[in-house]
């Protein structure tokens, strides 16, 4: 990275989340990725998701309770957010920890996959 920012002079005075949110899109814009807003729903929709699993209740009334959005809203967003370069650069623990996921469901056929299971 140290070597991006020597050949790029307007790149030190960025901060590091700043360099990162900066080399997210030019990577979204190369691959052709769409990006989405991200917004302060997509914040707390990021941080239900990082920690739903420490307190006890189904996650799908906890969905609606906390978040105020119907399970199939929330989804919908966390699958676009999965794919989201803003998210990768809020979250990348988070993000690469569900883009494993959705590759081992798809790989195996796990319910959330939505293939038979082998």
Same mark, same amino acid.
Request: avoid cysteine; glycine fraction near 6%.
């Given at each position: 990275?140290?070597?991006?920012?020597?050949?790029?002079?307007?790149?030190?005075?960025?901060?590091?989340?700043?360099?990162? @949110?900066? #080399?997210?899109?030019?990577?979204? =814009? $190369? +691959?052709? *990725? @769409?990006? #989405?807003?991200?917004?302060?729903? =997509? $914040? +707390?929709? *990021?941080?239900?998701?990082?920690?739903?699993?420490?307190?006890?209740?189904?996650?799908?009334?906890?969905?609606?309770?906390?978040?105020?959005?119907?399970?199939?809203?929330?989804?919908?967003?966390?699958?676009?957010?999965?794919?989201?370069?803003?998210?990768?650069?809020?979250?990348?623990?988070?993000?690469?920890?569900?883009?494993?996921?959705?590759?081992?469901?798809?790989?195996?056929?796990?319910?959330?996959?939505?293939?038979?299971?082998?």
């Amino acid at each position: 990275m140290s070597s991006v920012r020597s050949r790029h002079p307007a790149l030190v005075s960025l901060g590091s989340v700043a360099f990162v @949110r900066l #080399v997210a899109q030019a990577v979204a =814009d $190369v +691959a052709g *990725l @769409r990006t #989405v807003e991200f917004t302060p729903e =997509d $914040v +707390a929709l *990021l941080a239900f998701e990082m920690s739903w699993w420490t307190t006890p209740g189904a996650k799908v009334e906890r969905i609606r309770s906390e978040l105020g959005m119907p399970p199939s809203r929330y989804y919908k967003r966390l699958g676009e957010l999965i794919d989201s370069p803003e998210a990768l650069a809020h979250d990348p623990l988070l993000i690469r920890r569900l883009r494993r996921r959705r590759g081992y469901d798809d790989e195996f056929g796990t319910p959330a996959s939505g293939r038979p299971h082998r």
